[in-house]
């Protein structure tokens, strides 16, 4: 499998082609500055939940889980796929429910939820063509919209951006052209949606860069993809090597040829984000 960050705008189905700025480097090759978010990672513990802090820049990691998932669980075999937040700071899990409890087939799977975290809120997601669809991403952005990105439960495309209303109710689509599986959305700084997708190569592709490391081989996919807050080319990447049961966080600047920066190597999490205007 590798990936393509494709840049669009939501809405729009034709690709920008105007190039993003290059960002200067220093000369010791670190980003160019910028003030890192404190990154927010969400740990599946069997059927409950867990959140954790990292500050990029010390390492450290603290549980905030108190207040936040207490009162919500997961049944045998549901699936996070999506963690991210509004633009208020609420902290939103996208659930996919097992698709064989019981006798149930795919055609007969109860749809995605979302679950908002620090209340009882949960959401059913409606919407959807047909019960082989799900949600398997999803994004907030910085003007109060929440994006969802669509695909068929095996992960075939074709995959669209949609819009999700406040009563789940999927609207406006865009649909992701091409014939690679999308895996993930993210807003830059300046308000541009990205999307992540995989093919069979292995070897991942950001906005038709390859993200290559050094110190990772960055061949099993993403696991979630965090525009920075300020620097419209940084983006977090939560991701693990094929076999590694731990994930790693890497900072990448789609501008430049330089090497994903690894940031934290061993973060037991699922998923990540960043929290919206707090």
Do not use: H
Request: glycine content about 8%; proline content about 3%; aromatic content about 4%.
């Amino acid at each position: 499998m590798s990936l393509m960050i494709t840049r669009r705008r939501f809405g729009q189905l034709a690709i920008g082609s105007t190039a993003v700025a290059a960002i200067g480097y220093l000369a010791n090759k670190t980003f160019a500055q910028t003030t890192d978010p404190l990154l927010y990672g969400l740990r599946v513990d069997g059927e409950k939940l867990a959140v954790e802090t990292l500050n990029p820049v010390s390492g450290g990691i603290q549980d905030v889980s108190e207040n936040l998932t207490s009162g919500i669980t997961l049944d045998t075999g549901d699936q996070v796929t999506g963690f991210t937040s509004l633009s208020d700071g609420t902290l939103v899990v996208c659930v996919t429910p097992a698709s064989d409890k019981g006798k149930k087939k795919q055609k007969d799977a109860d749809p995605p939820y979302l679950r908002y975290l620090g209340t009882s809120t949960k959401i059913t997601i409606s919407g959807l063509k047909d019960k082989k669809e799900t949600l398997v991403d999803i994004a907030g952005t910085q003007d109060g919209k929440l994006l969802g990105l669509v695909a068929k439960r095996n992960g075939r495309p074709p995959n669209r951006i949609v819009s999700i209303g406040r009563d789940g109710k999927i609207s406006k689509e865009d649909t992701i052209p091409g014939s690679q599986r999308a895996t993930n959305l993210a807003e830059s700084a300046d308000k541009t949606i990205y999307t992540a997708t995989v093919d069979d190569d292995g070897k991942p592709t950001v906005d038709e860069k390859k993200l290559k490391s050094d110190q990772k081989n960055l061949n099993n996919g993403l696991n979630s993809l965090v525009g920075d807050s300020s620097n419209k080319s940084l983006f977090y990447v939560l991701a693990s090597d094929r076999y590694e049961i731990t994930r790693s966080v890497l900072r990448v600047d789609v501008s430049s040829d330089e090497d994903a920066e690894l940031l934290k190597e061993g973060w037991e999490v699922n998923k990540m984000t960043k929290r919206l205007n707090v």
